[in-house]
């Protein structure tokens, strides 16, 4: 009678241990977190021009947009599908372009100014969220301020 006490014991110690080390996957299995479908294939679309005023070109280009896209993201992923150079300084209130694809800020008295829906923006690029079916255009010409 002893030994069969002492195999329920043991076995009923080994179950223990299976069900710890193996048992949390089986009978507690965490669902994993997705992301939003539209997050991750975009909410839309937007069109973006890079306007380099009167001497340059304009270039126009359809782009996906996700959730949390903003006017300076945006650039910075036509940088890079592009092949172009922009520089940046970030402040407190947000980033100031200083110049895109060589043509830079202060040059014959020209700044890079971005317009969305035809409006002079009036926050940092990295603040502007952007919506579907936004027309975001960057300028380079006179200071409007």
Do not use: C
């Amino acid at each position: 009678m002893n030994s069969k006490k002492i195999l329920l014991v043991v076995i009923f110690i080994v179950l223990s241990i299976l069900i710890v080390f193996f048992g949390r996957n089986i009978f507690f299995r965490e669902k994993p977190i997705q992301a939003p479908l539209e997050s991750i294939i975009g909410i839309g679309e937007v069109t973006y021009i890079i306007n380099k005023g009167a001497e340059g070109e304009i270039n126009q280009y359809q782009m996906e947009i996700k959730e949390d896209s903003t006017v300076f993201t945006l650039l910075k992923e036509l940088r890079e599908r592009k092949d172009f150079n922009i520089t940046f300084k970030e402040y407190d209130i947000g980033v100031f372009i200083e110049s895109i694809d060589g043509y830079k800020n202060g040059t014959d008295n020209k700044y890079w100014q971005y317009w969305v829906n035809n409006m002079l923006s009036e926050v940092a690029a990295d603040k502007k969220k952007v919506k579907n079916n936004d027309k975001i255009e960057w300028k380079f010409e006179i200071s409007q301020f």
